[in-house]
């Protein structure tokens, strides 16, 4: 109890840890100290509380300042206050090499690769210095003054030929322009020296002021503390525009294709158009003004850094905040993007470097879109389902159709299966993997070979199907219905459970109930058959050779809609929900007594599945959630998952390590949901382990034993 109760304290000191490698590691120690449902949930949790972050990088210091990141993507340098240059694998995040030293002191030390990627320049205190990428050799050194200066800023033209160097003389003195050849670093010409031009002290933060290199190489924008934004010609030295945008010191940023100036502003940013100089607003949704903004390389994309530690990223043509990333436990510093644009890196005053997948795949979840349906119509939802050997997904399509998808990399596999006759509510594979069948809404029922893509039958329920299940062996599909409504939202003259050849389509029997069934399920041995009571919730469960019924599992509610059930995978237990319940319940079958009330403290479970070891429930709803719940304690596991909108239909995979979610928008993805793959990725993502002065901390007097290795 005492192990127990020492697990669950560092799970819950893990959530509110500020350091996001800290928490990681507190999260994946209590895991090992007492591995339970309570300290799995308090580790996923703290994993879903950071989905962007891929990698988190450590520098030698509490405080990293710039980053540059190679034209080919592999490798990213970043600026270390104490330690110099610090180099990292930008797909490992592993520190390669040595730092290599600065000499001299500055506030701030600008980085950034050459176009080609051969060279490196950097601020070294009143110095330039150019190295060669690859070897780290120095190639040239230039001292940008005699006085007492710092480099503020650089950046390569984009054809490579020059560098734009931003020199601070210091708090009183405004800052100003060389321009350098870019292999000698010789001044080209003298200094550019704008009015009210110059970094300041935000606090105890120093911050350089903003600048922004043409495409063309022919111009630089700067903005003024005077209220201005002013373009310079970088071969007359002349101002040749200006645009007004308020008093203040203003984070800046120009779009790759010159056309969109990003400005930042008290609680927000300003988007100009450079053409028009028609500008945007978006304010109020930042505590205070951004640190740093950047263009995304498609140019859709802004992102603003902030005293905070956090980051926001803004839609470019509606100058909205689209969302907060949350990882950094202090000031965020330069942002910048890989190549591709689907990376995104970081530095701060934490000590760290984060890496955010922008694009793509998102911590635990793969998302992708296997439909568009952007508003219900009728029946809204689309179902989805792991064939036997987890390598395809199918989904129900908008309108009547199902289609493949490549499990493994989330692409089409041939055509669409049309032709389902209407819109699909439930989906299964024959146990070999080489039929699925599909029912609709108005009782529609059609067989598809798998392989060859194509119809092999129709089946006809003869009215409203909620569900399908296919036997063990593969030979016998039951489906619930037919129902014959006397009125709307009246009862049901008739009910009860359909049962058909696979091979052939043949009827077999109907077992008649009277009321009508809202979802079946084949128990594992494929000699059972349960199914629930679509108005009550009560379940069934009978004996398939003898046609007579084994037990009653009673509901007592006059709630309607219960359509969600499943057999555990021994057969022992049978889970059951419904639309206007939030209570699950899960039965003994054998004693049909009621073990466990699963309340998900909001109305409504659509589909129902066991994990293959029996010990996990997932649970979706009428909401675009999931939820895992622990079989043997009651006891939820992590928060929701979340998938599109509206409602949410799920699968877990064959060995139970994923979860297929399709929500009602078109929209899907599949989660890892094995707690082993969490403690790995908690692990990778921490990137170091615990200290000995950490581990005496937070669980003094154990033997330090940390979970993730150095």
């Known amino acids: 109890?005492?192990?127990?109760?020492?697990?669950?304290?560092?799970?819950?000191?893990?959530?509110?840890?500020?350091?996001?490698d800290r928490s990681l590691l507190l999260a994946r120690q209590a895991v090992a100290i007492d591995d339970s449902p309570q300290t799995r949930s308090y580790l996923l949790s703290d994993l879903l509380r950071v989905p962007a972050v891929t990698g988190v990088m450590h520098g030698e210091s509490d405080i990293l300042r710039?980053?540059?990141?190679?034209?080919?993507?592999?490798?990213?340098?970043?600026?270390?206050?104490?330690?110099?240059?610090?180099?990292?694998?930008?797909?490992?995040?592993?520190?390669?090499?040595e730092p290599l030293p600065v000499s001299g002191e500055a506030d701030w030390r600008p980085v950034a690769y050459s176009p080609d990627g051969e060279t490196l320049a950097f601020g070294d205190g009143r110095r330039i210095r150019l190295i060669d990428a690859r070897t780290r050799e120095q190639l040239a050194v230039a001292r940008v003054s005699e006085g007492d200066v710092g480099v503020d800023g650089i950046a390569f033209t984009r054809d490579g030929s020059r560098l734009v160097v931003v020199v601070n003389?210091?708090?009183?003195?405004?800052?100003?322009?060389?321009?350098?050849?870019?292999?000698t670093l010789a001044a080209t010409g003298p200094p550019i020296a704008p009015e009210g031009f110059?970094?300041?002290y935000v606090g105890s933060y120093w911050h350089p002021p903003g600048f922004a290199v043409a495409p063309d190489g022919r111009s630089v924008v700067i903005a003024s503390d005077r209220g201005e934004l002013v373009w310079w010609n970088l071969r007359?030295?002349?101002?040749?525009?200006?645009?007004?945008?308020?008093?203040?010191?203003?984070?800046?940023?120009l779009s790759p294709d010159a056309g969109t100036l990003a400005v930042g502003v008290e609680g927000g940013i300003r988007l100009v158009d450079t053409r028009s100089g028609a500008v945007r607003t978006a304010a109020g949704a930042l505590d205070g003004a951004p640190s740093w903004l950047l263009f995304s390389p498609d140019g859709e994309t802004v992102v603003s850094t902030s005293l905070?530690?956090?980051?926001?990223?803004?839609?470019?043509?509606?100058?909205?905040?689209?969302?907060?990333?949350?990882?950094?436990?202090?000031?965020?510093?330069?942002?910048?993007?890989?190549?591709?644009?689907?990376?995104?890196?970081?530095?701060?005053?934490?000590?760290?470097?984060?890496?955010w997948e922008i694009g793509g795949e998102r911590g635990l979840a793969r998302g992708f879109t296997f439909t568009r349906d952007r508003a219900p119509s009728g029946y809204d939802g689309?179902?989805?389902?792991?064939?036997?050997?987890?390598?395809?997904?199918?989904?129900?399509?908008?309108?009547?159709?199902?289609?493949?998808?490549?499990?493994t990399d989330l692409t089409p596999v041939g055509p669409p299966l049309l032709g389902t006759g209407g819109e699909v509510y439930s989906l299964a594979f024959t146990p070999d993997g080489r039929t699925l069948a599909a029912v609709t809404v108005d009782g529609r029922v059609t067989l598809w070979d798998v392989e060859g893509r194509s119809l092999l039958r129709r089946l006809s329920a003869g009215g409203e199907v909620l569900g399908v299940s296919i036997s063990a062996d593969g030979a016998i599909l039951a489906t619930p219905g037919p129902e014959d409504w006397v009125g709307a939202y009246n009862d049901p003259a008739e009910g009860g459970v359909n049962r058909w050849e696979v091979a052939t389509g043949e009827a077999l029997d109907t077992i008649a109930l009277g009321v009508p069934a809202g979802d079946v399920a084949f128990g594992p041995a494929g000699s059972t058959l349960a199914f629930v009571h679509e108005r009550g919730g009560t379940a069934e469960v009978w004996d398939v050779a003898e046609g007579s019924r084994i037990t009653t599992l009673p509901v007592e509610s006059d709630s309607r809609f219960y359509y969600a059930i499943a057999f555990s995978p021994d057969g022992r237990t049978l889970a059951t929900g419904g639309l206007e319940d939030p209570i699950v319940r899960v039965w003994d079958i054998p004693t049909g007594k009621l073990i466990r009330e699963l309340d998900q403290g909001t109305a409504g479970a659509k589909t129902l599945d066991f994990s293959p070891d029996g010990r996990t429930l997932a649970v979706s709803g009428f909401e675009p959630v999931a939820s895992l719940w622990d079989v043997a304690t009651g006891a939820r596991i992590g928060p929701t998952l979340r998938a599109g909108s509206r409602r949410a239909d799920i699968d877990l995979s064959p060995d139970g390590r994923e979860l297929l979610m399709t929500a009602a928008d078109g929209r899907g993805a599949i989660w890892d949901v094995d707690p082993e793959s969490w403690a790995q990725r908690a692990c990778k993502l921490a990137n170091r382990t615990l200290t000995p002065e950490e581990w005496e901390e937070f669980l003094p007097g154990r033997p330090y034993k940390p979970a993730c290795a150095s």
């Open 169 to 183: 003389h210091g708090e009183t003195v405004e800052a100003s322009i060389s321009v350098r050849d870019a292999a």
């Open 1 to 20: 109890a005492e192990t127990a109760q020492l697990a669950q304290r560092l799970g819950a000191q893990a959530l509110v840890e500020e350091d996001l």
């Open 382 to 407: 689309h179902p989805g389902s792991f064939s036997p050997d987890g390598r395809l997904v199918a989904v129900g399509l908008n309108g009547q159709g199902i289609r493949l998808w490549d499990a």
């Open 198 to 200: 110059g970094g300041t």
């Open 308 to 355: 905070d530690g956090t980051v926001a990223l803004w839609d470019a043509e509606s100058a909205t905040r689209r969302e907060t990333l949350r990882g950094h436990s202090a000031a965020v510093e330069q942002p910048v993007f890989s190549p591709d644009g689907e990376t995104l890196y970081t530095v701060s005053h934490d000590g760290t470097a984060i890496a």
């Open 236 to 253: 007359r030295r002349t101002p040749t525009k200006r645009v007004a945008i308020g008093a203040g010191q203003h984070a800046l940023a």
């Open 66 to 97: 710039a980053i540059a990141v190679s034209p080919d993507g592999r490798t990213l340098a970043v600026a270390d206050y104490d330690a110099g240059l610090l180099f990292f694998d930008a797909r490992t995040y592993e520190r390669i090499g």
